[in-house]
């Protein structure tokens, strides 16, 4: 920002300081004097503390926590003032309290140092003057051109030069970045040279931003008597710090960003930590015990010149005053006296209970990762515990958050049927089919039909050639394990198919079954088998890729006869309204049926572009890659404009099956009074049937509807229905229920009718995004529905809608506890946005199990890990923190007690080696053991009676602070379900 306004000032071009200039090894382009640019270094730093800053900085976060500051100046005050006891019996445990806090914290970053040496000193080979020279990571500079061999990881984001590969590309795996186990596609820079050292070219590109999947740029190549060649740079071309060089023997690539200004080191800073309510509340009871403490103080130094204002009294025979003494401003002394008492009394805040409590926390999350009901064999892994601090949260949870796809489903992608022309082509394994097609229940009237011959070959080409999928030749060594294989018919039954979505594997499989099979690229020419086993080679002029905003993405080819086709895939949303309407009807009932049947849907369609139409296509997709601002805008306005006007040919239909025990655990969630919301970008049919069969939405729900659809009115404008149907909804779920019995409370009481709620993301932007006078209004009635409903369903979600929505629960009134549960890089702003979040071990990546509190393998775990890990904990934190406040009450109320009888003169009761290790030694350790391992209900009954789990909810408002319920009643629900049992 300082560097923008100075520009400003200087008369500078701001767009220039949104933009850096690199030199490719840096060799200056031209004659003139050349200076080279100033950038970060390639050392990555995610350690938090120097040897020269360990000791100011951890003392300064350690004595901000309020017991730790109160007894720093209690001891300075049984320092500086003549005090009843010792200032050791505060220092003591003071000093132990730091420093096993210090220790902790100095382990914990060293660690981090560690894991930044073995980083930051790994050695990488470096192109220099023709040599290749080997340096360590963090030596690399900005302009370096970096040598990365297979299978090594690359060591900052590098713009790819030069492949070994033929055809001028590379694959890569970015799990320990973003998690996703498929190999991408990324693309040299056209038309470089071969001998990078004769290279001269210049990169001009945007400055260092967080997103993963965005970069925009271009590069100058310079040639002697020429002008230079420009070229455009997307994320194709960019390969960031952390991924993995796989099928390719080596690449050659420049050093764009280095060190913190990697995209990998940006994308995980900042993280907010998070804190629980327990946490929280431990805060406010130290403050009600302060002014207990400040309160005996009072009394007691209030009784003391009381009692000494009578004769005799202030001065006996036995003790009598010094001249000083007399002297002593009376005020003084009273402060010094209560200051003595202050002291006297300071053991009921409990110094240790910090220390115990991280203890408890730290030790207690091992019997997470040691859980055996929490290992999968199938990816060889238990759960993983990212952050200890909210073990008591799991047991306190009302809201559960949870994605779709790869959560409740299992994303593993299988092509079901296909629809051409409006007649259903189902696969069969008879072979008495002709050319492997089954039509079976097509439309009433044309039964057992089949589309034209014509027309089944196109829309089986859009399938070979609509993707992004790369062919695998078998190897010697193997078979890579992330590669998704495919289980092709003799001969190709060896290929492997490398995707960055299984939905595209599952098409191009589906293609082989019935004769088109797609055997990859070379030199950007696509080579299909179609059903006579001829080979037909296409040339790949343009991808538009795939967006969720556009939710479609098309290919631009060039067949043997010359003629230009595009083919398009996507959601039907954004397919239907770009081609002819008399098309649609026929495809639109056999897309509905699908999608009520719980699969996903896609529609396929085609363009013919005349001579004149590429063309112009191709220069405006030129123009609008070589764009540095605003590029992606640009590309947009063009995609929309080329894929105006297509032709419907089909659509297709792929199953992704429930996970394991979808159904038993949502039902179990349940039952434990958590409300369940599930957020999707997937359409509302396929969401709603996946409720269903997960027992979230009954056949007896009412369904409560907001979508684009129900807001269609002919006469009325969109706001005004919105308006409404919210107040409707509003008067059936809210208004017109009965209220619940005195006592019943939320999550406890179950309502005499059970409400779903579907919304989806264009009626919920209208909701958020309505004007300010209107918009409260808006929120505030569909909270209201919300919460009064079993179950809600958003759909069609964007990830940041996806946050808001939690944001919007997590701030209501009560301040409810919430979970979100993904297994994608989609789900990663409501995880991070909940109070707890959890990230599943899914097949779209691991960028959600980095950024999530508690990972686990299946949706299933998450019984467990609520119903009994959760329970147990919440209990047991319960029982530490009551106990630390009760105990030091009684140790100190003695004390109180005992100077009614010693004339106020601050004699202590305890010797000064009970009052230094009562905290210490004495009572922390035997709490600690009991809230490790205490068990009030068994495991197993817990997981069988969700009711208890519930039982716990329903008690907390009644608790001061919401934090701690009372514990018989734990007891009292066992009793009664033991009884039940035996019953």
Same mark, same amino acid.
């Given at each position: 920002m300082?560097?923008?306004?100075?520009?400003?000032?200087?008369?500078?071009?701001?767009?220039?300081?949104?933009?850096?200039?690199?030199?490719?090894?840096?060799?200056?382009?031209?004659?003139?004097?050349f200076i080279?640019?100033?950038?970060?270094?390639?050392?990555i730093?995610?350690?938090?503390?120097?040897?020269?800053?360990?000791?100011?900085?951890n003392?300064?976060e350690?004595?901000?926590?309020?017991?730790?500051?109160?007894?720093l100046?209690?001891?300075?005050?049984?320092?500086?003032v003549?005090?009843?006891?010792?200032?050791?019996?505060?220092?003591?445990?003071?000093?132990?309290?730091?420093?096993?806090?210090?220790?902790?914290?100095?382990?914990?970053?060293?660690?981090?140092?560690?894991?930044?040496?073995?980083?930051?000193?790994?050695p990488?080979?470096?192109?220099?003057?023709?040599r290749?020279?080997?340096?360590?990571?963090?030596?690399?500079?900005?302009?370096?051109?970096?040598?990365?061999n297979?299978?090594?990881?690359f060591?900052?984001?590098?713009?790819?030069?030069?492949?070994?590969?033929d055809?001028?590309?590379?694959?890569?795996?970015?799990?320990?970045?973003?998690g996703?186990?498929?190999?991408?596609?990324?693309?040299t820079?056209p038309?470089?040279?071969?001998?990078?050292?004769?290279?001269?070219?210049?990169?001009?590109?945007?400055?260092?931003?967080?997103?993963?999947?965005?970069?925009?740029?271009?590069?100058h190549?310079?040639?002697?008597?020429?002008?230079?060649?420009?070229?455009?740079?997307?994320?194709?071309?960019l390969?960031?710090?952390?991924?993995?060089?796989?099928n390719?023997?080596?690449?050659?690539?420049?050093?764009?960003?280095?060190?913190?200004?990697?995209?990998?080191?940006?994308?995980?800073?900042?993280?907010?930590?998070?804190?629980?309510?327990?946490?929280?509340?431990?805060?406010?009871?130290?403050?009600v015990?302060?002014?207990?403490l400040?309160?005996?103080?009072?009394?007691?130094?209030?009784?003391?010149?009381?009692w000494?204002?009578?004769?005799?009294?202030?001065?006996?025979w036995?003790?009598?005053k010094t001249?000083?003494?007399?002297e002593?401003n009376?005020?003084?002394?009273m402060?010094?006296d209560?200051?003595?008492?202050?002291?006297?009394?300071?053991?009921?805040?409990?110094?240790?209970?910090?220390?115990?409590?991280?203890?408890?926390?730290?030790?207690?999350?091992?019997?997470?990762?040691?859980?055996?009901?929490?290992?999968?064999?199938?990816?060889?892994?238990g759960?993983?515990?990212?952050?200890?601090?909210?073990n008591?949260?799991?047991?306190?949870?009302?809201?559960?958050?949870?994605?779709?796809?790869?959560?409740?489903?299992?994303n593993?992608?299988?092509?079901?049927?296909?629809?051409?022309?409006?007649?259903?082509y189902?696969?069969?394994?008879?072979?008495?089919?002709?050319?492997?097609?089954?039509?079976?229940?097509?439309?009433?009237?044309?039964?057992?039909?089949?589309?034209?011959k014509?027309?089944?070959?196109l829309?089986?080409?859009?399938?070979?050639?609509?993707?992004?999928?790369?062919?695998?030749?078998?190897?010697?060594?193997?078979?890579?394990h992330?590669?998704?294989?495919?289980g092709?018919p003799?001969?190709?039954?060896?290929?492997?198919?490398?995707?960055?979505?299984?939905?595209?594997v599952?098409?191009?499989?589906?293609?082989?079954?019935?004769?088109?099979?797609?055997?990859?690229m070379?030199?950007?020419?696509?080579?299909?088998?179609?059903?006579?086993?001829?080979?037909?080679?296409?040339?790949?002029?343009?991808?538009?890729n795939?967006?969720p905003?556009?939710?479609?993405?098309?290919?631009?080819?060039r067949?043997?006869?010359?003629?230009?086709?595009?083919?398009?895939?996507?959601?039907?949303?954004?397919?239907?309204?770009?081609?002819?309407?008399?098309?649609?009807?026929?495809?639109?009932?056999?897309v509905?049926?699908?999608?009520?049947e719980?699969?996903?849907?896609?529609?396929?369609?085609?363009?013919?572009?005349?001579?004149?139409?590429?063309?112009?296509?191709?220069?405006?997709?030129?123009?609008?890659?070589?764009?540095?601002?605003?590029?992606?805008?640009?590309?947009?306005?063009?995609?929309?404009?080329?894929?105006?006007?297509?032709?419907?040919?089909?659509?297709?239909?792929?199953?992704?099956?429930?996970?394991?025990?979808?159904?038993?655990?949502?039902?179990a969630?349940?039952?434990?009074?958590?409300?369940?919301?599930?957020l999707?970008?997937?359409k509302?049919?396929?969401?709603?049937?996946?409720?269903?069969?997960?027992?979230?939405?009954?056949?007896?729900?009412?369904?409560?509807?907001?979508? %684009? =659809?129900?807001?269609?009115?002919?006469?009325r @404008?969109?706001?005004?229905?919105?308006?409404? !149907? $919210?107040?409707?909804y +509003?008067?059936?779920?809210?208004?017109?229920?009965?209220?619940?019995?005195?006592?019943?409370?939320?999550?406890?009481?179950?309502?005499?009718?059970?409400?779903g709620?579907?919304?989806?993301?264009?009626?919920?932007?209208?909701?958020?995004?309505?004007s300010e006078?209107?918009?409260?209004?808006y929120?505030?009635?569909?909270?209201?529905?919300c919460?009064?409903?079993?179950?809600?369903?958003?759909c069609?979600?964007?990830?940041?809608?996806?946050?808001?929505?939690?944001?919007?629960?997590?701030?209501?009134?009560?301040?409810?506890?919430?979970?979100?549960?993904?297994?994608?890089?989609n789900?990663?702003s409501?995880?991070?946005?909940?109070?707890?979040?959890?990230?599943?071990?899914?097949?779209?990546?691991?960028?959600? %199990? =980095?950024?999530?509190?508690?990972?686990?393998? @299946?949706?299933?775990?998450?019984?467990?890990? !609520? $119903?009994?890990?959760? +329970?147990?904990?919440?209990?047991?934190?319960?029982?530490?923190?009551?106990?630390?406040?009760y105990?030091?009450?009684?140790?100190?109320l003695p004390?109180?007690?005992?100077?009614?009888?010693?004339?106020?003169s601050q004699?202590?009761?305890?010797?000064?080696?009970?009052?230094?290790?009562?905290?210490?030694c004495?009572?922390?350790?035997?709490?600690?053991?009991?809230?490790?391992?205490?068990?009030?209900?068994?495991?197993?009954?817990?997981?069988?009676?969700?009711?208890?789990y519930?039982?716990?909810?329903?008690l907390?408002?009644?608790?001061?602070?919401n934090?701690?319920?009372?514990?018989?009643?734990?007891e009292?629900?066992?009793?009664?379900?033991?009884?039940?049992?035996?019953?």
């Amino acid at each position: 920002m300082l560097c923008r306004r100075l520009n400003r000032w200087l008369g500078g071009d701001e767009s220039r300081v949104d933009s850096r200039t690199i030199y490719v090894g840096h060799r200056p382009s031209t004659t003139e004097a050349f200076i080279p640019p100033k950038f970060c270094d390639n050392r990555i730093v995610s350690s938090k503390y120097t040897v020269w800053n360990f000791l100011p900085k951890n003392l300064f976060e350690q004595f901000r926590r309020i017991a730790n500051f109160y007894f720093l100046i209690i001891f300075l005050v049984q320092v500086i003032v003549d005090t009843p006891t010792s200032p050791v019996t505060s220092g003591l445990p003071l000093f132990f309290v730091i420093t096993v806090t210090a220790i902790k914290q100095g382990y914990e970053d060293w660690l981090r140092h560690k894991a930044d040496n073995e980083v930051n000193k790994y050695p990488v080979t470096v192109l220099e003057n023709g040599r290749r020279m080997g340096t360590e990571s963090e030596k690399i500079k900005v302009g370096d051109v970096v040598e990365v061999n297979e299978d090594e990881t690359f060591p900052c984001d590098l713009i790819l030069l030069q492949s070994t590969r033929d055809d001028d590309t590379c694959f890569v795996t970015t799990a320990s970045l973003d998690g996703e186990s498929n190999h991408k596609t990324h693309y040299t820079v056209p038309d470089t040279e071969k001998d990078l050292d004769s290279l001269s070219a210049t990169i001009e590109c945007e400055q260092p931003q967080p997103d993963l999947y965005k970069f925009v740029g271009r590069m100058h190549i310079y040639k002697t008597d020429r002008e230079p060649e420009i070229r455009s740079l997307g994320p194709e071309n960019l390969l960031l710090k952390g991924a993995t060089l796989k099928n390719t023997q080596r690449i050659c690539g420049v050093a764009v960003y280095t060190g913190m200004e990697t995209k990998m080191a940006l994308n995980y800073q900042g993280k907010s930590q998070k804190r629980s309510a327990v946490e929280k509340s431990i805060n406010a009871f130290l403050l009600v015990y302060l002014c207990i403490l400040v309160s005996k103080a009072l009394v007691c130094t209030t009784l003391k010149y009381v009692w000494q204002s009578k004769p005799g009294q202030d001065e006996p025979w036995y003790n009598q005053k010094t001249q000083r003494e007399k002297e002593t401003n009376l005020y003084l002394k009273m402060f010094t006296d209560f200051l003595s008492f202050m002291v006297l009394f300071n053991f009921i805040i409990p110094v240790s209970m910090y220390v115990t409590v991280e203890m408890q926390k730290f030790l207690g999350s091992f019997f997470i990762t040691w859980d055996r009901d929490f290992y999968d064999p199938e990816i060889q892994e238990g759960a993983l515990v990212n952050t200890s601090d909210l073990n008591e949260e799991l047991g306190q949870v009302e809201y559960v958050f949870t994605d779709k796809t790869g959560t409740l489903t299992q994303n593993n992608m299988e092509f079901i049927e296909c629809c051409i022309d409006g007649f259903q082509y189902k696969y069969r394994d008879a072979v008495s089919e002709l050319d492997g097609f089954s039509a079976t229940d097509g439309p009433v009237s044309k039964l057992q039909e089949k589309a034209g011959k014509e027309r089944e070959e196109l829309f089986l080409r859009a399938l070979c050639l609509c993707h992004t999928v790369q062919v695998k030749e078998p190897t010697g060594r193997g078979q890579d394990h992330t590669d998704s294989m495919a289980g092709c018919p003799p001969p190709h039954e060896q290929t492997g198919f490398i995707a960055s979505s299984p939905d595209e594997v599952a098409l191009v499989k589906g293609a082989m079954r019935y004769g088109f099979t797609f055997l990859g690229m070379e030199s950007k020419k696509m080579k299909i088998m179609n059903r006579s086993n001829a080979i037909e080679t296409y040339d790949l002029l343009h991808v538009l890729n795939f967006d969720p905003v556009r939710r479609r993405m098309s290919v631009i080819v060039r067949s043997k006869s010359g003629d230009a086709l595009l083919f398009c895939k996507g959601a039907d949303s954004s397919i239907f309204p770009r081609v002819r309407q008399e098309e649609v009807e026929k495809i639109r009932v056999h897309v509905e049926r699908n999608a009520t049947e719980g699969y996903r849907t896609l529609c396929v369609a085609y363009k013919k572009l005349s001579p004149e139409e590429y063309a112009r296509a191709d220069a405006d997709l030129q123009a609008a890659r070589l764009a540095l601002q605003d590029r992606e805008e640009k590309l947009i306005a063009v995609y929309n404009q080329v894929e105006a006007g297509m032709t419907l040919i089909g659509a297709t239909a792929v199953e992704d099956r429930l996970q394991e025990e979808a159904a038993e655990t949502m039902e179990a969630l349940q039952g434990a009074g958590i409300k369940v919301w599930v957020l999707t970008g997937d359409k509302m049919e396929t969401a709603k049937s996946t409720c269903y069969a997960c027992r979230l939405f009954q056949r007896g729900t009412e369904l409560l509807e907001l979508t %684009v =659809r129900t807001l269609e009115d002919g006469v009325r @404008k969109r706001e005004e229905r919105l308006h409404d !149907l $919210l107040l409707e909804y +509003h008067k059936k779920a809210v208004q017109d229920v009965p209220p619940t019995k005195p006592g019943g409370n939320r999550g406890w009481s179950k309502p005499s009718q059970d409400f779903g709620f579907i919304i989806d993301g264009a009626s919920l932007s209208m909701v958020f995004n309505s004007s300010e006078s209107s918009s409260s209004h808006y929120k505030n009635l569909f909270l209201q529905i919300c919460q009064n409903c079993t179950t809600v369903l958003c759909c069609r979600m964007a990830p940041l809608q996806k946050a808001q929505i939690v944001k919007m629960v997590k701030c209501s009134k009560g301040s409810p506890i919430t979970l979100s549960i993904g297994d994608g890089a989609n789900d990663v702003s409501m995880i991070l946005e909940a109070h707890v979040g959890i990230g599943i071990k899914g097949k779209e990546g691991r960028q959600a %199990v =980095r950024n999530s509190d508690y990972a686990i393998p @299946k949706l299933k775990h998450l019984k467990k890990l !609520l $119903l009994g890990h959760g +329970h147990l904990y919440y209990v047991r934190i319960a029982h530490l923190v009551q106990y630390f406040f009760y105990k030091n009450l009684c140790f100190i109320l003695p004390q109180f007690l005992y100077q009614f009888f010693c004339g106020y003169s601050q004699q202590p009761l305890y010797d000064a080696a009970y009052l230094t290790m009562y905290n210490i030694c004495f009572t922390s350790m035997p709490i600690l053991a009991y809230s490790l391992l205490e068990q009030h209900i068994c495991v197993e009954v817990l997981l069988d009676n969700a009711t208890l789990y519930r039982r716990v909810l329903a008690l907390q408002p009644q608790w001061p602070g919401n934090c701690y319920p009372p514990l018989y009643s734990f007891e009292d629900d066992y009793n009664s379900q033991h009884t039940k049992m035996h019953v």
